[in-house]
Nanobody, 122 residues
Framework: QVQLVESGGGLVQAGGSLRLSCAASGRTFRNSAMGWFRQAPGKEREFVTTISWSGAATDYADSVKGRFTISRDNAKNTVYLQMNSLKPEDTAVYYC???????????????WGQGTQVTVSS
């Protein structure tokens, strides 16, 4: 069982940066792959990035590659999403998720946070 709480969202101008955090509780966090997904109004939830349990492997959606960086600190039970060069199309509710393996498929994740709003103004 893993409980997830996101933080760090907010309003930022295009070209700016934000860092999201996802604090996890539960004994299985350190064995879990983590992912970030996002959902904009009127759109389906989409994959953003994922990281392996050790942090050694990552994967990104093409739309964020080179701008976003996922990382994790297993000692702090936290996963991070550093977002740079933000664009208005990055506006969405961002969710972190935990699962047993890296995947870009939201159905592969068993635990989800409540989400944090990111708004990028032009």
């Amino acid at each position: 069982q893993v409980q997830l709480v996101e933080s760090g969202g907010g309003l930022v101008q295009a070209g700016g940066s934000l860092r999201l955090s996802c604090a996890a509780s539960g004994r299985t966090f350190r064995n879990s792959a983590m992912g970030w997904f996002r959902q904009a109004p009127g759109k389906e939830r989409e994959f953003v990035t994922t990281i392996s349990w050790s942090g050694a492997a990552t994967d990104y959606a093409d739309s964020v590659k080179g701008r976003f960086t996922i990382s994790r600190d297993n000692a702090k039970n936290t996963v991070y999403l550093q977002m740079n060069s933000l664009k208005p199309e990055d506006t969405a509710v961002y969710y972190c998720a935990a699962g047993w393996g890296m995947s870009d498929d939201s159905r592969k994740y068993d635990w989800w946070g409540q989400g944090t709003q990111v708004t990028v103004s032009s």
